[in-house]
């Protein structure tokens, strides 16, 4: 409880000097509503906030399979070979430099315009790339090298290395890359969705860009929430998932 009583309190107090501010200043609700009309807005949109929330967060979590499986997939491939890992690794660091929203109209033709939301996979998957692969990756060269040679002193097989020695040393870097993954596949979702522009996906980025064209300030930042929590539930998931997996290997 003591972990939690000093960032909830620190929330009541923003919250509180936020509502006094609102009213005292007397702030018209489109520029700035106070906390009291976002919590209004969020239990009246509740529905509506739940089902966008479940489309934003559903096609989140495919853009990080997604990218967890390419990523960490290629990643294991190259770390076989030196000359595919000085191939590769250019060509994925061209794909985390290179913005979404700029490659988003090409993917959404690809796509198809009907198939919106698998544009908003594709490059929420992007996004999410480079953390697992980089993780992957690294972990993968981070074997102790003392247990390298005693491996290579028992003869043992590229395979035999790979289960018993590499795969254990790069789990820490996996998780953490997973981590960090997590959270850009929120962020990546949202981003192409708004870049998608069509309304397709119906997620909360599209809620977001709804509330903002009928200047309703309130209802922007209710489904701005929803995000929030959403994305701290997905970063608390995989971070207890971690945690386990770390107590496991202690």
């Known amino acids: 409880m003591n972990r939690f009583l000093p960032p909830l309190l620190l929330i009541l107090f923003l919250l509180a000097g936020w509502e006094i501010a609102c009213r005292a200043l007397h702030l018209p609700p489109y520029l700035l509503p106070p906390p009291s009309a976002v919590a209004i807005s969020l239990v009246r949109r509740a529905p509506l906030l739940l089902s966008s929330a479940a489309v934003t967060f559903w096609m989140a979590f495919q853009a990080l399979v997604t990218a967890f499986v390419l990523g960490g997939g290629l990643a294991l491939a190259v770390s076989l070979n030196r000359s595919a890992e000085r191939a590769v690794r250019p060509l994925a660091v061209a794909l985390q430099v290179t913005p979404v929203v700029a490659i988003a109209p090409l993917v959404l033709i690809w796509a198809g315009l009907d198939h919106a939301d698998r544009a908003v996979v594709a490059l929420a998957a992007a ?82 860009l709804e509330a903002g064209n009928r200047l309703r300030t309130a209802d922007m930042l209710a489904a701005l929430l929803c995000l929030m929590i959403m994305g701290l539930a997905l970063h608390a998931v995989v971070g207890a998932v971690e945690r386990a997996v770390r107590r496991r290997l202690a």
């Not at 397709?200 to 977001?208: E, I, K, M, S, V």
């Open 127 to 208: 996004v999410a790339f480079f953390p697992l692969f980089s993780g992957v990756l690294t972990g993968l060269r981070s074997a102790d090298p003392d247990l390298e040679r005693l491996f290579d002193l028992y003869g043992a097989s590229s395979t035999q290395r790979l289960i018993r020695l590499r795969l254990p040393a790069a789990l820490p870097f996996v998780l953490e890359g997973l981590r960090v993954a997590a959270g850009l596949s929120v962020i990546g979702a949202v981003v192409a969705e708004f870049v998608s522009g069509s309304g397709a996906t119906q997620g909360l980025a599209w809620r977001l």
